[in-house]
């Protein structure tokens, strides 16, 4: 008797668990669904635009064309004698800080993540804190800096700001913190320069991270807009970033060019897909790395 009742119990919980998971389960996949939505929606409604003509952009601006037109991305190879010269500035400034900064970025995590100095640990925790400050608080320092060296409206200018990043220092010192020190031992004993010791095991090893954190730095960098805005102030060196939100009626002057700026921002997110999607593997094997303990 006894026993056919805690089988009736334990039933009854395993049903209403089940229930529960269940319910659980329809409602995470809602929230994600709309939150999907809500994400994507902006994006597609800028596809939607980029078809428009500007004055439909004025009149529909969140519905489907009513005359689908390609004049806007005509309009792009045309405006102040075409775009492409801020997108090849784009491409120049992100592949480059990118290269540098992943470089910068592993060699200072190499030493924090397997080397042992006075201060390393304070060293460390000082420069942790310098993510707390807000970039903008920086801006007029390095205006005012730049300025003086001659490096407005120049790629330097440009470039310099964004080659040390702390977050990827921290991201990258945490992977190799999990790299097993015997490894970097048996290196030493057979010869091995600290050169080497970086090159030839610690950047394979940590390639994956490497691959992640050079993804996020171009993503952030070819976004960039503050910066570029402040330091450059002639077309031909802008970035695609700062020339877009800025572009108006070549004839009247004043009125923003709602289409061109609709298929620019097309254009200009192009790469940033493409980049994700090719390299997406080594991006979504990093994002978690920060949580790896040595």
């Known amino acids: 008797m006894m026993s056919a009742q805690a089988?009736?119990?334990?039933?009854?919980?395993?049903?209403?668990?089940?229930?529960?998971?269940?319910?659980?389960?329809?409602?995470?996949?809602?929230?994600?669904?709309?939150?999907?939505?809500?994400?994507?929606?902006?994006?597609?409604m800028m596809f939607l635009n980029?078809?428009?003509?500007?004055?439909?952009?004025?009149?529909?601006?969140?519905?489907?064309?009513?005359?689908?037109t390609l004049e806007s991305y005509q309009a792009?190879?045309?405006?102040?004698?075409?775009?492409?010269?801020?997108?090849?500035?784009?491409?120049?400034?992100?592949?480059?800080?990118?290269?540098?900064?992943?470089?910068?970025?592993?060699?200072?995590?190499?030493?924090?993540a397997k080397y042992t100095f006075k201060g390393r640990d304070l060293l460390f925790a000082l420069l942790l804190a310098t993510m707390m400050v807000p970039g903008e608080i920086t801006v007029p320092t390095l205006y005012i800096i730049f300025s003086k060296l001659g490096w407005l409206n120049t790629y330097q200018g440009l470039i310099v700001p964004t080659l040390t990043s702390v977050f990827g220092l921290f991201m990258i010192r945490q992977y190799m913190l999990s790299v097993p020190t015997a490894l970097i031992e048996a290196a030493r004993i057979d010869g091995a320069s600290h050169w080497q010791l970086f090159w030839n095991i610690m950047v394979p090893t940590s390639s994956p991270v490497l691959g992640a954190f050079a993804i996020i730095h171009f993503l952030g960098v070819w976004n960039s807009y503050l910066w570029p805005l402040?330091?450059?102030?002639?077309?031909?060196?802008?970035?695609?970033?700062?020339?877009?939100?800025n572009m108006t009626d070549p004839i009247?002057?004043?009125?923003?060019?709602?289409?061109?700026?609709?298929?620019?921002?097309?254009?200009a997110t192009l790469p940033i897909i493409i980049v994700f999607i090719a390299f997406q593997d080594k991006f979504m094997s990093g994002v978690v790395v920060g949580a790896v303990k040595g």
């Not at 089940?18 to 994400?39: G, K, P």
């Not at 792009?76 to 290269?99: C, D, E, M, P, Q």
């Not at 402040?230 to 939100?245: E, H, S, Y």
């Not at 009247?252 to 254009?267: D, N, Y």
């Open 50 to 68: 980029s078809f428009k003509s500007d004055s439909e952009i004025l009149s529909n601006p969140a519905y489907m064309p009513q005359k689908w």
């Open 230 to 245: 402040v330091v450059t102030n002639k077309r031909d060196i802008q970035p695609i970033m700062v020339v877009l939100p």
């Open 252 to 267: 009247i002057g004043f009125l923003p060019v709602w289409g061109t700026i609709m298929a620019g921002c097309v254009l």
């Open 76 to 112: 792009i190879f045309k405006y102040h004698g075409g775009l492409w010269r801020n997108f090849v500035n784009s491409a120049i400034v992100s592949t480059s800080s990118t290269v540098v900064a992943v470089f910068f970025a592993a060699m200072a995590a190499f030493a924090f």
């Open 7 to 44: 089988s009736a119990i334990s039933q009854k919980s395993s049903q209403r668990y089940r229930t529960e998971r269940q319910i659980a389960v329809i409602a995470a996949n809602v929230f994600l669904i709309i939150y999907i939505i809500l994400a994507l929606y902006p994006l597609f």
